[in-house]
């Protein structure tokens, strides 16, 4: 059997991770703790760019969401400019 090109079951399960890590970051701002929103926020889209990455089978380590975003690009994955 071929492999597919993308592999949903890898992505859905990191984009599940960002949503729970965004839940918790909108929790943390409607209470005033901004400095853990904004922790989580950041935590948030580093799984959605990591769950991307390796949805395409893409090894994604890291913490810099710019490096991550650098290496989709050069795998061929377009991003726009104002992601970045």
């Given amino acids: 059997m071929a492999k597919a090109l993308f592999d949903n079951e890898e992505f859905s399960r990191w984009m599940r ?3 729970h890590s965004l839940a918790s970051a909108q929790r943390y701002a ?3 703790d901004y400095a853990w ?3 989580k926020a950041q935590q948030t889209a580093e799984y959605a760019v990591k ?3 390796r949805g395409f089978g893409l090894l ?3 913490h810099s969401i710019l490096r991550l975003l650098g290496e989709a690009r ?6 726009p400019e ?3």
């Fill in 37 to 39: 929103a904004c922790f």
């Fill in 17 to 19: 991770q960002a949503e």
């Fill in 74 to 79: 050069e795998q061929g994955l377009p991003f």
């Fill in 82 to 84: 104002e992601i970045q």
């Fill in 60 to 62: 994604a380590f890291g």
């Fill in 51 to 53: 769950g991307l990455l």
């Fill in 30 to 32: 409607s209470e005033g």
